[in-house]
């Protein structure tokens, strides 16, 4: 029998579950609104639906929408998981949603820029199409087996990225498991282990390198830069993201904001004149996006870290080095040359740790310049150690 009536709808003001019968209330939120809710035992498990708010939707219309709901589940329908169906994004929707709302949190540009774009590429032409909920390991493992043994790390991140994209499903009620979780562990073969150590060229045979970058075929982006992170032994992100705005040509300086930092603090790097010749070199590739190593094929991109290891291939040099093994090799350097390690770390912005840390607060920049300076010497044969023949910069178009 029901028990609530227009006059008693109005006459309520207690938050809270007001009962009508057969399982329909009208639901009182703390802060005055309310809504028509439906509760149900589907499959042995208790449903809420709501029906829409009121007076919107009137008692008589709940009642209405009510009994249509009563009439699926007695014809063995579930209205929850068919509203839920409707609603269904595909896996492409879902990983843009997902990359969209952890943007703000991850700390690294770089893996912001490359997240997505490693779906697009690997999952998206198998998966991107189907819904969430039609997806299953076996659909996984189509796009993981092909480069699970020849791309090791791109697998590596394509599991761990659609994963991240199936919890995200699993958080909003989309899906109830995770069809790259552990469950295809055993259909996946071992895949080689990671290397505990970046490669890096012996500081020695850095000279010669460069000097085969520069007299290569490579655009001027590319080996601009590549210069620049040798010269100044920074990350590669910091690099490729260097801006002129961040660059005083007249103080010799260039100051790296926190949030491009691995550690997020501002960091400053005297440059040496080799390495402000680099930059002279690279104003003829502005393109009115304030990168000082814009990408020659996206406008107003920087170069990605793929632009770099392609560098490295392309001069045989990818089985010896990779592009963060440059920082290891200005280390040893340091190391072999008597340089003070407290000049090493804040050099390479290391953070250090424990009390020597918590004691340490100067940056040492004027003590930096002249390393930067002597590495500097060193890199382009000038110091008289590298043995090498420095090529130079050659003026005009790429």
């Known amino acids: 029998m029901a028990k609530l009536t227009s006059t008693k709808i109005k006459a309520l003001d207690k938050p809270g579950m007001h009962g009508d019968g057969r399982g329909l209330y009208l639901q009182i939120a703390p802060k005055g609104s309310r809504a028509w809710v439906l509760r149900l035992t589907i499959d042995g498990r208790r449903r809420d639906i709501g029906l829409g708010g009121y ?23 579930d209205p929850v998981a068919e509203k839920k169906r409707a609603a269904m994004p595909t896996f492409a929707e879902a990983a843009r949603l997902t990359h969209e709302i952890n943007r703000a949190r991850w700390k690294n540009a770089n893996h912001k820029a490359q997240w997505l774009g490693t779906l697009e590429r690997n999952a998206f ?18 796009v993981l087996t092909p480069i699970w043994t020849t791309k090791p790390e791109t697998a590596r991140r394509v599991r761990q990225r659609i994963r991240t994209v199936l919890k995200w499903g699993m958080a909003h009620g989309y899906i109830e498991h995770n069809a790259a979780g552990e469950a295809i562990d055993g259909a996946l073969p071992s895949m080689p282990r990671v290397k505990a150590h970046f490669r890096a060229l012996p500081y020695a045979d850095i000279p010669a390198a460069l000097d085969r970058f520069v007299a290569g075929q490579a655009s001027w982006a590319s080996k601009f830069c590549f210069r620049f992170l040798v010269l100044t032994a ?100 340091c190391a072999e040359t008597g340089q003070p ?41 000038e110091g008289g150690e590298a043995g090498g023949n420095v090529i130079p910069f050659h003026r005009g178009h790429a």
């Open 55 to 77: 007076p919107a939707v009137s008692l008589a219309k709940a009642r209405q929408l009510a009994d249509a709901q009563r009439a699926a589940v007695a014809d063995g329908r």
């Open 125 to 142: 032409p198998r998966i991107g199409k189907m819904a969430l909920d039609r997806i299953e390991r076996r659909d996984v493992l189509a």
């Open 234 to 333: 920074a990350r590669s992100g910091e690099a490729r993201g260097a801006r002129w705005s961040e660059i005083d040509m007249d103080a010799r300086t260039w100051t790296i904001p926190g949030d491009r930092m691995k550690a997020k603090v501002e960091h400053r790097v005297p440059l040496s004149e080799a390495a402000l010749e680099v930059l002279r070199e690279a104003r003829r590739l502005d393109d009115g996006s304030d990168l000082v190593f814009p990408s020659s094929t996206r406008r107003g991109c920087p170069l990605s870290d793929v632009t770099l290891t392609m560098l490295l291939r392309k001069y045989g040099l990818a089985d010896r080095a990779t592009v963060h093994g440059f920082r290891s090799s200005f280390r040893d350097w």
């Open 341 to 381: 390690r407290e000049l090493a770390e804040a050099a390479l912005a290391h953070v250090v740790g424990g009390v020597e840390g918590a004691y340490f607060r100067s940056d040492l920049f004027e003590r930096r310049r002249q390393l930067m300076n002597d590495w500097a010497a060193f890199v382009t044969g």
